[in-house]
């Protein structure tokens, strides 16, 4: 299966469980792969027979921005259903989100979840 990758998209955003990150909000960090049949592209080089990629940007800008949850595997789950609503043709996804200011008790570290679905 054929893949398009759209990586560390970032947005300003309020998700998290802790009233701060209500209120103060942090960057997320989104990467995107989409699996599909790019073979009519491969051999047209037509347009209509690829996914427009600012399309999918726009929908899971919509969802990082617009929308608040708690968690950002919820987050990771919504963005994955706009991205499958975006065309018809896209027959899996995985979505990662990057939580680079998750409030941890170290010093350092980073928090990222992943998740893989599949079309209905």
Not at 33 to 56: E, F, K
Not at 95 to 120: F, M, Q, W
């Amino acid at each position: 299966m054929d893949a398009i990758h759209l990586e560390d998209l970032a947005f300003y955003a309020f998700h998290g469980l802790y009233d701060e990150e209500a209120r103060l909000g942090q960057r997320f960090h989104v990467d995107l792969t989409c699996w599909l049949d790019l073979g009519p592209a491969s051999r047209s080089d037509d347009y209509g027979h690829t996914v427009d990629y600012g399309a999918i940007t726009s929908a899971i800008e919509r969802v990082v921005t617009t929308s608040r949850f708690r968690l950002i595997e919820r987050l990771a789950g919504a963005i994955a259903e706009a991205t499958f609503a975006v065309d018809g043709r896209i027959e899996r996804v995985r979505v990662r989100v990057h939580k680079p200011g998750a409030p941890l008790p170290i010093a350092a570290g980073r928090v990222s979840v992943e998740i893989e679905r599949d079309r209905a």
